[in-house]
């Protein structure tokens, strides 16, 4: 499904719901499953990622040797590699879509069979699939290294209670998506875990079993795309029940960072209101270690609006649903801003200078749904682009483009003519 997109014709001024946080979601699936329950309709509700575990989970881990397809759903892949190795009497294959092959895995293996796991890769090592017989796990004091994706350190959080003792985990190299691991953290204490957390080690015990707890809150990465839709038409957008306070996600920043790309937020009863003012920075510079997801939106937004930004902390945005970061230079060159790419792979720069083009951008999205929903916008500045394999967004935000429509932006099929317009 490929769409030719239209600016709204009026000043924008909409409304929109938010899917339910997928990185809680995911947890709240995973820990719930472990407390007996696979009832957490909110989560469920999600998305397609969280629809995939949640039918694997509500189905039962495989003790035949079958096989497990997560599809494209890395956080699935990674949760259900660490569940499946510390459950007795497990044995199954974990596989997925032709990308999710090519996403390593060797870190969050190497532990687990540190503690005991039996795992083989049946395909090149350090990825998947996974032929895995679950058994006891020992516990005990592991090191793993968490440059490359918080979510291994999540995985492990998350099966300790299965362990035979209690888990040391002590992170290595510069820790990606920190907030991600306090998120599960504050979960599982909700759920009666032990937990003691600081930047250098997480330790759990679980020493009365897990409760299971209904949770749920809108998604903070998927508002990061309003936040870009208001900056670039300069309208007025209210997300209904969105809040920073008491939030578990980190990406509830991305509201002081579009503060500086001149979006404030009020919050009231309602949510979130974000307006535009002609107050923005000459430039943007910020570490998105901790907050990776919110880069396709604000790489987008600066290109969109002339403000040189310099983003350091990505290293792992090559690993994602494609490289994000060669996507986004790729895509960005359409538009005639030559991004670069520095710093051994992890700072994304530009100096605000453009060259020209000749053409209507037609732009790819890897199969990967931030990129569709970033690069949405750019209509605002350039009616009539096209956006490939938009149907993508359903990985996180299935009705994205149905909103995108109540916002005033205008849907057409690519091979429909383009409007004339009178002279």
């Not at 190299?173 to 937990?195: C, D, E, L």
Request: proline fraction near 6%; hydrophobic fraction near 45%.
């Amino acid at each position: 499904m490929d769409y030719r997109i239209f600016p709204p014709e009026e000043i924008l001024e909409t409304t929109v719901s938010l899917p339910p946080s997928k990185s809680i979601g995911a947890r709240a699936l995973v820990l719930n499953y472990l407390a007996g329950s696979t009832d957490n309709t909110d989560a469920v509700a999600c998305c397609d990622d969280t629809r995939t575990l949640a039918a694997i989970l509500a189905e039962g881990l495989p003790t035949d040797g079958s096989t497990i397809d997560v599809g494209p759903a890395g956080t699935a892949m990674r949760f259900l590699t660490a569940l499946c190795a510390a459950s007795q009497g497990v044995d199954c294959t974990i596989t997925g879509s032709e990308r999710m092959l090519k996403r390593p895995i060797a870190p969050l293996v190497h532990v687990l069979r540190m503690l005991g796991a039996d795992i083989e890769y049946v395909g090149a090592d350090g990825f998947p699939p996974l032929r895995i017989k679950g058994r006891r796990l020992s516990g005990g004091s592991v090191d793993i290294d968490a440059s490359e994706s918080s979510q291994y350190v999540s995985a492990l959080m998350m099966a300790a209670p299965l362990l035979d003792a209690p888990l040391t985990i002590r992170l290595l190299g510069n820790v990606q998506s920190m907030p991600y691991i306090s998120m599960t953290a504050q979960m599982m204490r909700k759920r009666g875990v032990v937990v003691d957390f600081d930047r250098d080690k997480v330790e759990i015990s679980c020493p009365n079993g897990l409760r299971a707890v209904a949770e749920a809150e809108p998604d903070w990465s998927a508002a990061a795309f309003w936040y870009e839709i208001a900056a670039v038409t300069a309208g007025w957008v209210t997300i209904s029940g969105l809040y920073k306070d008491g939030s578990l996600q980190g990406d509830s920043q991305v509201a002081a960072l579009f503060e500086r790309l001149g979006v404030l937020t009020e919050y009231t009863e309602e949510g979130a209101e974000l307006s535009a003012t002609p107050d923005l920075y000459n430039s943007l510079d910020a570490d998105l270690t901790d907050m990776p997801d919110a880069v396709p939106a604000l790489v987008v937004t600066c290109c969109l609006v002339g403000i040189p930004f310099r983003l350091s902390g990505l290293g792992a945005l090559h690993h994602k649903e494609c490289d994000r970061l060669e996507a986004l230079k790729a895509e960005m060159a359409k538009l005639g801003c030559m991004l670069e790419i520095e710093g051994y792979g992890t700072i994304l720069s530009w100096d605000g200078r453009r060259v020209p083009v000749s053409s209507l951008p037609v732009f790819d999205t890897y199969a990967d749904h931030r990129m569709a929903m970033a690069l949405a916008p750019v209509a605002v500045f350039v009616p009539g682009i096209v956006v490939r394999d938009a149907g993508v967004v359903s990985k996180s935000y299935p009705d994205f483009w149905t909103q995108f429509q109540a916002a005033g932006f205008r849907l057409a099929d690519p091979a429909e003519p383009m409007p004339t317009v009178e002279e």
